[in-house]
């Protein structure tokens, strides 16, 4: 029984981390929306949907090779994110 609790934990963890991302990236958005830049914010809200897909299949796999790939991939695009959020 503590087994199924503790995933119920984690779960619970993981749906607060997942609104408090959807929180600050709608805060971005936001942000972005008032610079005007149409294309920016278009890599932007790519880059995002990008890494939410790249965090969904992260959590799903269970090979170490793809693992690392994905967590690459998940690093790139938070740089990406990040430089993307800045620019004005």
């Given at each position: ?31 972005a ?6 294309e ?16 969904r ?5 269970t ?26």
């Amino acid at each position: 029984m503590g087994d199924a609790g503790e995933g119920l934990v984690d779960a619970e963890s993981r749906l607060a981390e997942r609104m408090e991302e959807r929180e600050q990236e709608k805060r971005q958005a936001r942000q972005a929306a008032a610079s005007g830049d149409p294309e920016r914010l278009r890599q932007l809200e790519s880059a995002r949907l990008a890494r939410t897909e790249m965090q969904r299949q992260l959590e799903l796999t269970t090979h170490p090779a793809r693992k690392q790939q994905l967590e690459n991939a998940i690093r790139e695009l938070d740089r990406r994110i990040t430089d993307l959020s800045k620019q004005k």
